[in-house]
Structure formats: C-alpha cells, structure tokens
T-cell receptor, first 114, second 113 residues
Framework: GESVGLHLPTLSVQEGDNSIINCAYSNSASDYFIWYKQESGKGPQFIIDIRSNMDKRQGQRVTVLLNKTVKHLSLQIAATQPGDSAVYFC?????????????FGKGTLLTVNP | NAGVTQTPKFQVLKTGQSMTLQCAQDMNHEYMSWYRQDPGMGLRLIHY???????DQGEVPNGYNVSRSTTEDFPLRLLSAAPSQTSVYFCASRRTGLGAEQYFGPGTRLTVT
C-alpha cells in the first residue's frame, strides 16, 4: 500500500523558536491528513487536521501546510515550549468511502531545549 | 467521560499462550480500531470495526482476532502469541464521517518471550 514518510527523524530546537516538522506522502488520492502528538508512554493525541481541498489550516500555535503538487505536509509550531517535546506523526487517509483507515508515518522526535 | 480505556497496561506472555487485550470507549463511537506500534514503524492498523457486529482486517491482521458485540467494547485476541507480536498496542475510536477526531487509548505494552 501507499506509505507516509518523514524527512527528519529527530528535531532539536530552543525554547521560544518556531519548529517545522515535515512529512512526505505518496498517495496522491489521499483526501485527509492529520497530525498527532505522542508523549512518552501515552497514546497519540490529535493536534490538527486538513482536507485535501485546503492548503493551510491554523490552530492554536500550530499551522499545517499542504502542498499537493509535491505531496508534502508540514506542521509548524510557533514559540515552541518544553511541553511540546514529543514524537509527532502525520497520517493520511485515502479517498473514497466512510472507511477511516489511516496510514501513519514513522514519526519525528521533537526535543525542546530550555 | 473516561474516553478510551485499555487493559492491561503491561503484559508478558510466553510463546504459544493466548490472551485478550481489552478496549472500551464510553463516547458512543461507531468506529473502533486496533494498532500496533513498533520502533521505527509508526502505527500499523491491525483490525477495525465500523459498528457492532462488523469487523474488518487492517494492514497486519495475521495472528489476531477481534469481535464487536457491543458499541462500547472491542477486544483484541492473540490466539497463540509469538515473539513477533511483542509491541505496544493502541485502541482508538471515533465517530464515522470525515473529519471526526480519533481518540487513542493509553496503550498496552506486550512482551512475548
């Protein structure tokens, strides 16, 4: 099946800086994308999502950008805080049907240095 | 609401033993699913259900069985555990329909020796 991958397995930033986590996807028919945050010892937690008919969506301190031309997804975290340290996963859903099977990327470990 | 709950939190099995990982949700979600998470592999879908009495296979279903007799519960059964099933297992639930948020349980860490 199609796979979702991440450019960088680890990212280290200083507190207060902006973070950008990237994700490449290969299924051009995917119509829905999600970013999850997973803290150590916990289950993934929803951060933000975006549909394929959009190219940008903003939440609280987070922005997701979707470039369908190059099949690239990014998560931007503004003013990164120590509490943002976690593994971040992107996930995609293929088009069609109410079936909600997601394909997850391998994850990027974000470390925020105080 | 308790959200998605999973038991046990940790489990050690010997090869060939069987066990059931429990998952329950109190949000009346139609869709429930099981994932396994291995280092460097991300989350992979094992089985999923779109409602009581309806289940289907995901990406890695071999060695696992599921059933969905109620909306709330979605147990995952390992009939004969193998070391390759050592992993962290996550249950998730959501309403059906695009855009509904998927909620994950806290996970079960399983070791098969």
């Amino acid at each position: 099946g199609e796979s979702v991958g991440l450019h960088l397995p680890t990212l280290s930033v200083q507190e207060g800086d902006n973070s950008i986590i990237n994700c490449a996807y290969s299924n051009s028919a995917s119509d829905y994308f999600i970013w999850y945050k997973q803290e150590s010892g916990k289950g993934p937690q929803f951060i933000i999502d975006i549909r394929s008919n959009m190219d940008k969506r903003q939440g609280q301190r987070v922005t997701v950008l979707l470039n369908k031309t190059v099949k690239h997804l990014s998560l931007q975290i503004a003013a990164t805080q120590p509490g943002d340290s976690a593994v971040y996963f992107c996930a995609e859903k293929g088009s069609g049907g109410s079936n909600y099977k997601l394909t997850f990327g391998k994850g990027t470990l974000l470390t925020v240095n105080p | 609401n308790a959200g998605v709950t999973q038991t046990p939190k940790f489990q050690v099995l010997k090869t060939g033993q069987s066990m059931t990982l429990q998952c329950a949700q109190d949000m009346n979600h139609e869709y429930m699913s099981w994932y396994r998470q291995d280092p460097g592999m991300g989350l992979r879908l094992i089985h999923y259900s779109v409602g009581a009495g309806i289940t289907d296979q995901g990406e890695v279903p071999n060695g696992y069985n599921v059933s969905r007799s109620t909306t709330e519960d979605f147990p995952l059964r390992l009939l004969s555990a193998a070391p390759s099933q050592t992993s962290v297992y996550f249950c998730a639930s959501r309403r059906t329909g695009l855009g509904a948020e998927q909620y994950f349980g806290p996970g079960t860490r399983l070791t098969v020796t």
